[in-house]
Every structure is written in C-alpha cells, then in structure tokens.
C-alpha cells in the first residue's frame, strides 16, 4: 500500500486544530460542570425564559456558500470568516475559525469559501459590492463588514431585511441581542447582525484593567469579588484612585514620571456614558431610535455630570491625547510600569497586554453610576463586525440557515478560543479576570448615536474634555436638530431599504 505523507505544513495545522478541540472539550466540560451546580435551584427559572435553540438538519447536496469579507486582523488576530486547510495552521483562531466551518460544511453538507475584499478603504468594499449589486452579480450570499460601513449599504439600499428571513433565527442566544436591539427598526427591519459568529465586535469592546501592585501597595483588594456583588461604582473607583496620584520624584512637577489614578482615551469618556447606561440614542417603547437628551434630559445631565466631576476635571485622570500628545504606546507603557491604578482599553488588546505585564493586572468591567444602576454594560464598537445579505442573493432562506449554524458552532470553537487562547491566555489561570471579559462580551450596548456619528454628539463631548468646561446642557441644546434630522434620514433609509 502507497503511504502519503504529511507534510510540516499540515502537521502544524493538525497540532493547532487538536489545541482547538481541546478547548472546545473543556468549555463543554465546564459548562456541564455550572449546569449540574445550579441545575436545582435555577430549573423553574429556565423553563420560563429559556429560548429553544433552533437550527437546521437541512442538506444542501454540496453547493458553495461564498462570502464576501473586509473584517478581520484588528490587533493581529486574523480574519474570522475563513481559512483552508493549509492556511489553519497559522494560529489558534485561524484553527478555530476553520473547525467551525468544517463543523457547519459536515453538517449542512456545504462548501464554506471565503473571499477578501482589500479594506483599505470603506468606500473600496462597499463602492465593489454595490456595483456587484447594481450588476445583478449573484457572487456571493453573504458579506462580513464593519457595523458602520454596512449602514452605508443600508443607505444604498444593497442588502436585504434579514427579519424577513425567518432562517436567521435571530432569537437564538448566539447572536447579539445588543445589535438586535439598537439596530431592528420596530422589531421589524434589520440589515445585519453579529455575535458568536464574529470576534470583532467583542475585541473591539473596551474594558477596564487594573494594576494588581498598586492595588496591594495601598492595602486595596483586588475588585472582583466587588463586582460580582455589585458594588463597582463610579465613586469607588474615583475614591481608589486618588490613592495612586502621586508626585514620585518629589519634583513638584506631575509629568510622565509620576502616578495617577486612570488612562483613558478621550472616546473612553462616551464609553463611561454608554456603560452607565445614558447613550446618545434609545429605542422608544415602539421600536423607533430617538435623542436621548429630548427623550430623557435628566438622565444624560445627571450622567454626565457624575462624568466631568468625577472625571474630566479630576488631576488624576490622563487623556492620552491631550496629555501624552495622543502617545499612546507611552501611555501603556506606563500603565506596564504600574504607574496607573486604571486603564481604559480594547478587549483585543489584552493578549498584548499579557505578553508585557504577564499577571500584573486584572480586568474588571467599567463601573456603574451607583449601585442602583442594574447591572454592568459595555459599548459595543462602530468597528465590530456584522453579517448582511445582499439584495442579489440567489437564496437567502439558504444563507440564513447556514449563517445561523455558523454561529452555532462558534459558540465553542471561536469564542472560546478567542477568550482561552489569545484574549486571556488559560495558561495564566486568571479565571477571575476571564469572567470579567465574559460579562463585557454579554451585556454589549450599541449607541446608533455613538456609532453612526448622529448630531455631532461625540465632537461635543471630546470638546469638553479638552476645555474642562461643562457646556453639556447648551451643547445639547445646540446639536438636537442636526440630531433629530440625522436620525430621520435613518429611519427614511431603513423604510426605504431591504427588497431585491
């Protein structure tokens, strides 16, 4: 008998596909392990609100299912739509994102092939696709772009009502109930989603880290057990981190050689109010997106203010942009160095993180206002990534299904390889930390304002940490009708949009 023999190439590959299902083993493992805990106490509970999970068993006698994709390589992690054989064994997430498509082709009985579109540009992708939809071109069934750059298609009316296919299963806990909620005019039109599916949209997420040596040189215990209790406040975190505000060489002078409480971006300030829960827009009680201000003032002002008290005005807090000259690798260096007891930064940029510090910081949610705040948010990003369905696919019921066991399968393949593997690195053990990423991931709220840019709203606030002057009222006042028109033009564009 003739031996074939494998090559380096596809041993690498079998290596990190066999690392892969390891993973898939242990989240399984673990997840059986929680049910039986709680299994007694919780069973009334989840007859009540469990959604059934529903996908197909439907065979499509080997066709192709081609997307079209731009995503993917933020922060050095590679794209999350495909990957060959050959191509697998470049990573854990090149492997995991694989193994979901060979879980999805086996079942389906389908053949996943994946196509890059140069992201160089927005208007590059989206200028190709409409001109394939202009064209009648039946290419590909569905593409994988950035949130914002797939409403330019809503707008150019290219992509289908993905309500109206009942295959997508929307209902199903892998996809994103934050994107369902903000982006589903009257529970009715919706032009893509995200979830399992992608890990864009949780990498791009931003999260609060902590240095766990100051924490322990100022007798503070590490906060994760606060959070779970749900005590992680605005003012708890403000009272810590006056502690670490220190002149350290005695020079008089704060500067880059000194302490402070919190790093930040200037975007992270919009974050604070998305994750208090005060975003620039909301859907009303009929499903239609409205000004927060006009909706409800004194929530936002309330916020708001909590914000540039606590924190805009606050010597302890550095923007990087304003006072590291938008240094940014500065900033994390000193983070590294332990020189601020917070930072605010991208779920994606954890791996980095580790690699510098090892297990030298925690991670926590951002706070919330006060404890009678619910629960813990997290902004969802203008750069995570989302499934549509162009107005030329041949058979979107198909498309819809298949996208649906897509994320099916990448509950325990992509995500969990993203979260064990690469965000939290497992072999550290920082469970604690992992749970926090876990409740970041979760409980994701997308503000149409924030993303779509709507009414200068985020140019209002950068403004007021620059000058430290509180202009919130009248700024608000001021950018309501560009607002209230902007958000007219996407309800025009969501009425308009989703028929072939």
Not at 180 to 203: H, L
Not at 248 to 266: A, E, H, K, P, T
Not at 427 to 452: H, Q, W
Request: charged share 25%.
């Amino acid at each position: 008998m003739k031996k074939t023999a494998i090559s380096p190439k596809q041993l690498t590959a079998l290596i990190l596909l066999f690392a892969v299902f390891v993973t898939v083993l242990s989240s399984c493992a673990s997840k059986d392990a929680e049910k039986q805990e709680t299994a007694a106490d919780e069973t009334s509970a989840v007859q009540e609100t469990e959604t059934p999970v529903k996908i197909t068993d439907e065979k499509f006698t080997g066709e192709e299912f081609n997307i079209a994709y731009m995503t993917g390589g933020s922060y050095g992690m590679g794209n999350e739509v495909y990957y060959s054989f050959e191509d697998s064994e470049t990573s854990f997430i090149s492997s995991a994102v694989y193994e979901r498509n060979r879980l999805t082709e086996e079942r389906l009985d389908i053949t996943i092939k994946g196509t890059f579109i140069n992201p160089s540009e927005a208007t590059t992708f989206n200028n190709y696709i409409m001109n394939l939809v202009q064209a009648g071109d039946t290419t590909y069934d569905a593409i994988c772009n950035y949130l914002r750059y797939n409403y330019w298609l809503v707008q150019q009316q290219g992509l289908l009502n993905i309500r109206e296919i009942d295959s997508f299963c929307l209902d199903n806990p892998w996809w994103d109930k934050g994107v369902n909620e903000s982006f589903s005019f009257m529970g009715k039109k919706q032009f893509f989603a995200t979830g399992d599916i992608c890990f864009d949209d949780d990498c791009t997420t931003q999260i609060m880290v902590f240095s766990k040596k100051l924490h322990g040189d100022y007798g503070l215990e590490q906060p994760y057990e606060i959070v779970k209790n749900g005590g992680w406040t605005l003012d708890m975190m403000v009272e810590n981190m006056a502690l670490a505000y220190n002149d350290l060489n005695g020079d008089g002078i704060m500067d880059r050689n000194d302490s402070y409480g919190l790093s930040v971006g200037v975007g992270n300030y919009l974050e604070f109010m998305i994750t208090m829960n005060a975003p620039s827009a909301v859907i009303d009680e009929e499903g239609i997106p409205r000004f927060a201000y006009t909706y409800q003032p004194e929530k936002m002002t309330t916020v708001f203010n909590a914000i540039f008290d606590k924190l805009i005005v606050n010597p302890g807090v550095v923007v990087t942009e304003y006072d590291l000259a938008s240094d940014y690798s500065g900033a994390r260096n000193m983070f590294g160095n332990d020189q601020f007891m917070y930072c605010g930064i991208a779920i994606g940029s954890l791996e980095s993180l580790r690699n510098q510090m090892e297990d030298g910081f925690g991670v926590i949610p951002f706070p919330k206002l006060d404890e009678k705040q619910e629960k813990y948010y997290s902004s969802g990003s203008m750069w995570a990534s989302t499934y549509a369905v162009p107005v030329t696919s041949e058979n979107p019921d198909r498309t819809g299904a298949i996208l649906n066991v897509m994320g099916y399968y990448s509950v325990d393949t992509v995500t969990e390889t993203v979260i064990q593997k690469v965000v939290m690195n497992r072999n550290l053990r920082d469970i604690e930390s992992e749970e926090m990423v876990r409740i970041a991931i979760r409980e994701k709220i997308y503000d149409i304002g924030l993303v779509l840019a709507l009414g200068d709203f985020y140019i209002k606030i950068y403004d007021i940490a620059k000058t430290k002057t509180n202009t919130f009222v009248s700024d608000m006042e001021s950018i309501q009708p560009k607002f209230e028109a902007d958000i007219e033009a996407l309800i025009e564009a969501y009425t308009e949009a989703g028929a072939p």
